[in-house]
């Protein structure tokens, strides 16, 4: 299986380490396309050494050949909605994963949208268990 991880770059880094965390969980069960997302060379400018245009064709190239995403989704995030918007009109199966005892309060077009799985969840180990049951859903 093949996941898509989505998590904020541009829009904040706080959430790193978790996506680390998450990331290095799901890779014990699926293929992550997305594993730079919690590289320590990440900053808020994003990738230095592409493009913009490439960096967009490379993700929507990772997009269309993902089963499945899976999305931290508490820190705000432009590309993220953007990203969660495309796949879920590619019509591929979606968790959002919401840190609860962060300050931020989770977008009404993700938690009141019935195409996406959202969790909600105050310590990674809850975190871990909504990934193991939606990757053991999407493999069944």
Request: charged content about 25%; aromatic content about 8%; overall charge negative.
């Amino acid at each position: 299986m093949k996941i898509y991880f989505a998590g904020s770059i541009r829009g904040g880094r706080d959430y790193a380490r978790t996506y680390f965390d998450l990331i290095t969980h799901i890779q014990t069960q699926a293929e992550v396309l997305t594993e730079h997302i919690c590289g320590a060379d990440l900053s808020t400018h994003g990738e230095e050494n592409l493009t913009d245009p490439e960096i967009y064709e490379r993700d929507m190239n990772w997009l269309n050949a993902c089963d499945a995403v899976i999305a931290e989704v508490s820190a705000p995030s432009l590309g993220v909605g953007y990203e969660l918007g495309q796949a879920e009109a590619a019509g591929k199966p979606i968790l959002c994963l919401f840190d609860e005892s962060g300050n931020t309060r989770l977008s009404a077009m993700l938690s009141g949208n019935p195409s996406m799985k959202i969790v909600r969840y105050s310590d990674l180990d809850e975190a871990k268990v909504a990934i193991d049951k939606f990757i053991a859903d999407q493999s069944a």
